[in-house]
């Protein structure tokens, strides 16, 4: 299934992957409604693919590029900033994942620091 979600580009698809962290709290509440079990994993798998046909059907149509330029800017900035800062606060939260794996996390923040503002990244 995660050939689909690398596909799309290839077919003209100007979006960037990464597009689908802003619909987990969407996702969560729609398997929510299927009880536990094999029918919820049923549920993920059925829309995983639909969604992927569709960002096929999208990226070889040209559709997904008119779309892209229908959203405002504002509204694109808004979602990608929520989402960042979702993460964020999942991480740094109270019980959150940096008092479970506090080096892991210390790593990782310092690697995205470094490839973010090293001079020689910058200028490659």
């Given at each position: 299934m995660e050939?689909?979600?690398l596909l799309h580009h290839l077919l003209g698809d100007p979006v960037v992957p990464g597009w689908i962290t802003p619909a987990i709290p969407l996702?969560?509440?729609y398997v929510s409604t299927f009880p536990e079990g094999e029918s919820r994993v049923h549920a993920l798998i059925?829309?995983?693919m639909m969604l992927g046909l569709f960002a096929i059907f999208l990226g070889a149509s040209g559709a997904a590029k008119r779309v892209v330029h229908l959203i405002p800017s504002a509204i694109k900035a808004g979602?990608?900033?929520g989402a960042g800062?979702?993460?964020v606060s999942v991480v740094f939260q109270a019980?959150?994942?940096f008092?479970?794996?506090p080096?892991?996390?210390t790593i990782a923040v310092g690697i995205a620091f470094y490839l973010i503002f090293f001079r020689s990244i910058l200028l490659s």
């Open positions: 050939f689909f979600y996702l969560i509440m059925a829309f995983q979602i990608i900033m800062l979702a993460a019980g959150g994942r008092e479970t794996y080096f892991t996390v």
